[in-house]
């Protein structure tokens, strides 16, 4: 099993920043890609961005320009760096892991962390 906690979230003002982290634990070995993805009210979830095990990040493109997401890999944390924040950046965000262990591919969710982007 794998476990994911996010942190970081909170309110901020329109074009303030905060930074994102996802601390992964338990049976890490096999993990490979990592993401970030949000949840809006009534909206279904979105990728935001993405980080491989050989760290190519992909983003979507309301995060490009804006968002930054890294991986550490000593402290088994990925991080999201967001910046210039704007009032439809407000959701719940959620770190996803895919890990493939013994043939099986596996994804696992944390239970994220609400960002609310308001004057």
């Known amino acids: 099993q794998v476990q994911l906690v996010e942190s970081g979230g909170g309110s901020v003002q329109p074009g303030g920043s905060l930074r994102l982290s996802c601390v992964v634990s338990?049976?890490?070995?096999?993990?490979?890609?990592m993401g970030w993805y949000r949840q809006a009210p009534g909206k279904q979830r979105e990728l935001v961005a993405t980080v491989t095990s050989g760290d190519t990040t992909t983003y979507a493109d309301s995060a490009k320009g804006r968002f930054t997401m890294s991986r550490d890999n000593a402290k088994n944390t990925v991080y999201l760096q967001m910046n210039s924040l704007k009032p439809e950046d407000t959701a719940v965000y959620y770190c996803k892991c895919q890990q493939l262990l013994h043939g099986n591919r596996r994804e696992y969710w944390g239970r994220g962390t609400q960002v609310t982007v308001s004057s």
């Open positions: 338990g049976v890490i070995s096999g993990i490979d890609t």
